[in-house]
Every structure is written in C-alpha cells, then in structure tokens.
Nanobody
C-alpha cells in the first residue's frame, strides 16, 4: 500500500511554469507505476502523464500537454514530479497523482489503485 500527497499547485499567469510534487509513503514505491490526472468541475478525471517503475524507459503524455509537461520520478526520495511549462488557462484543474501496479491501460483512471488528495492549479489569462 502507498499513500500519496501532492503539493506545488497555485495561481499563475498564462505562460508561467509550475512544478508539482507527489510524495509517497510506504516501502514499495519503486514497484508502482505513477500517473498524473486532472479534473475540473462537472468533468471526468483526465489523464495527463504516466511514468513506469524505473522512469527512464516509459513515459507517456496526453496530446494536450505533450511538449509542455514533463513527468519524472526519484525512487530514492519516493517522489514523482510534474514540471508544467507554458501553462494555459485550459490547464486549470485539480491535479492528482496516482499509483498502479499495472503497466498497461495507463491512461484510464480505473487502472490506478491509490490516489492523493489533489492540488489546485489555476492559470489566469
């Protein structure tokens, strides 16, 4: 089992950058693949980015963030990060990190077993 806590959200202007951090607790963090999702009121949780257990060989992004966002992880610190550059107003959402033991169906929120509480990102125009 793993517990997840997100941080780093805030209010920024369009074009700015933010770095989200997801801190994990539990002895088995390195066995989990990790994802970032986001959600706005009235909409389903949307996939943002995925990173495999070792990180270097398996990263995947939604088309809406590809080229602007970068996911990374540090297993020695039990943390996963989401570097968000060139932010747009449509990136405004609550961002969640999530953990899964699966390495397939990575864009589906039902694949993930553990979730953080979320951190709000607001991008003003």
């Amino acid at each position: 089992q793993v517990q997840l806590v997100e941080s780093g959200g805030g209010l920024v202007q369009a074009g700015d950058s933010l770095r989200l951090t997801c801190a994990a607790s539990g002895p088995t963090f390195s066995t989990y693949s990790m994802g970032w999702f986001r959600q706005t009121p009235g909409k389903e949780r949307e996939f943002v980015a995925f990173i495999g257990r070792t990180g270097s060989s398996s990263r995947y992004y939604s088309d809406s963030v590809k080229g602007r966002f970068t996911i990374s992880r540090d297993n020695s610190k039990a943390a996963v990060y989401l570097q968000m550059n060139i932010l747009k107003p449509e990136d405004t959402a609550v961002y969640y990190c999530a953990a899964t033991l699966q390495n397939s169906r990575r864009t589906l929120y039902v694949t993930y077993n553990y979730w953080g509480q979320g951190t709000q990102v607001t991008v003003s125009s």
